[in-house]
């Protein structure tokens, strides 16, 4: 796949709706169209002037087990599925509206947003593409959780996500490498969904969080496996990783030229590469205007 010279927006209008993993509260999302270099902006309808929070990782806080963005004291939430769609399947400009802070968990993948999204169609539009080349390597993290982005002679964003917590998990050790196109996010990555070991569901049941999310709604993995559930891959927990890793390198807010390297990172560390790929762009705009 070849990095876009144009930007895109969707046709058509799409909504998906569903609850929140961590408020429990129903919210609807709509898709709509945007003008170029707009960027991905979440409209919270639901709140007096209905306000606008750019997907830029200068807007990003840092959540547990999500990524937020804050923006004029407005807020969104658990938006990393949403974000990997919109940059998987090309998306480079559209207004999402939410009428509640955290967006739909639904089956804890980024699958209903995907066949929603293809649904609106694309729409060429005659700006040019905004793009970021790794042309050095870039390392974030230690030993044991980091971030690698190196050059890659292969075309537009592949990622290798390794996953292994080691002995004592009951999550099991996986690696996933894919490239990230439109052709193969909807089957191959975006039906991979969230995972926890029980312990850690408890324990957040216990804190009054996600009180209506069953074995059904996502992995839980017990000591035998997962409970009440079964795997879509043998590999379903990296590539989750992996989706997860594309929706917060989305927030610098081009399309990326080159490989990622990921070992046990997570929203946190992916930010930080976001922020620095984000100033990349700046250094080779100036090299560009020189």
């Known amino acids: 796949m070849q990095l876009a010279h144009y930007q895109n927006t969707i046709e058509h209008v799409s ?17 709509l169209s945007a003008e170029p270099n707009t960027g991905i902006r979440f409209r919270r309808v639901d709140l007096p002037g209905r306000p606008t929070i750019s997907a830029h990782v200068e807007n990003r806080r840092d959540t547990q087990l999500r990524t937020t963005l804050v923006q004029a004291g407005a807020h969104v ?37 995907a066949i929603a999204l293809e649904r609106c169609g694309l729409r060429k539009q005659f700006a040019p593409a905004k793009t970021v080349s790794i042309t050095a390597p870039i390392r974030i993290g230690d ?18 996500y390794v996953l292994d917590y080691g002995p004592t998990s009951s999550v099991p050790r ?34 009054g969080v996600a009180t209506h999310v069953t074995y059904r709604d996502l992995i839980i993995f017990g000591d035998n496996g ?6 879509r891959y043998q590999d379903e927990c990296s590539r989750h990783k992996l989706l997860d890793v594309i929706g917060d390198l989305s927030l610098c ?16 560390l992916n930010g930080r590469l976001a922020q620095e790929l984000f100033e990349l762009t700046d250094k080779q705009q100036m090299r560009k205007a020189g």
């Open 253 to 268: 807010q081009h399309r990326i030229q080159g490989k990622i390297i990921a070992h046990r990172s997570g929203h946190n």
């Open 77 to 113: 939430e658990m938006v990393e599925h949403v974000l990997a769609a919109l940059y998987a399947l090309q998306i480079d400009n559209c207004v999402v509206e939410c009428d509640a802070p955290e967006m739909p968990g639904m089956d804890g993948s980024a699958l209903s947003f």
């Open 226 to 231: 997962p409970i009440e559930n079964s795997l």
């Open 174 to 207: 996986c690696e996933s490498t894919l490239l990230v196109d439109r052709e193969t996010f909807t089957t191959e990555i975006a039906p991979a969904r969230t995972f926890l070991e029980e312990k850690d569901a408890k324990g957040l049941q216990s804190r």
């Open 15 to 31: 909504h998906v709706s569903g609850r929140g993993y961590w408020s429990g509260r129903a919210v609807s999302l709509t898709f």
């Open 143 to 160: 030993e044991s959780n980091y971030l690698l982005a190196i050059p890659s002679r292969d075309p537009g964003l592949t990622i290798r």
